[in-house]
């Protein structure tokens, strides 16, 4: 079965930093593109981040505070957040997907393969 789990949220000031990880499990992690996404209350799911054989992707909102990675030897992805602002407080999710690139998981969530159940990320004003 596969597992994605997610750890490193909190709660931070703005301005702050923070460094979330997801875990991978049962899967052959360097086959699979991996993405982040985050969802704020009253809000759709939206594209943080995402990763692939062929580069990374990131929307305007983040591009020059968050940093994509992988660590294939150790089954993990990262992603450090600097600068947070009170509009990043969320849910972010992990995600993997053996069948698109990192840019169409900027395109849509829709047919996901696999997610994670999440880490909060607050940001105080």
């Known amino acids: 079965q596969v597992q994605l789990v997610e750890s490193g949220g909190g709660l931070v000031q703005a301005g702050g930093s923070l460094r979330l990880s997801c875990a991978a499990s049962g899967l052959t992690f360097s086959s699979y593109a991996m993405g982040w996404f985050r969802q704020a209350p009253g809000k759709e799911r939206e594209f943080v981040a995402a990763?692939?054989?062929?580069?990374?992707s990131y929307p305007d909102s983040v591009k020059g505070r968050f940093t994509i990675s992988r660590d294939n030897a150790r089954n993990t992805m990262y992603l450090q957040m600097n600068d947070l602002k009170p509009e990043d407080t969320a849910v972010y999710y992990c995600?993997?997907?053996?069948?698109?690139?990192?840019?169409?998981?900027?395109?849509?969530?829709?047919?996901?393969?696999?997610w994670g159940k999440g880490t909060l990320v607050i940001v105080s004003s």
């Open positions: 995600a993997a997907d053996r069948f698109r690139t990192a840019q169409a998981m900027a395109v849509t969530t829709s047919g996901m393969e696999y």
């Open positions: 990763l692939d054989w062929a580069g990374i």
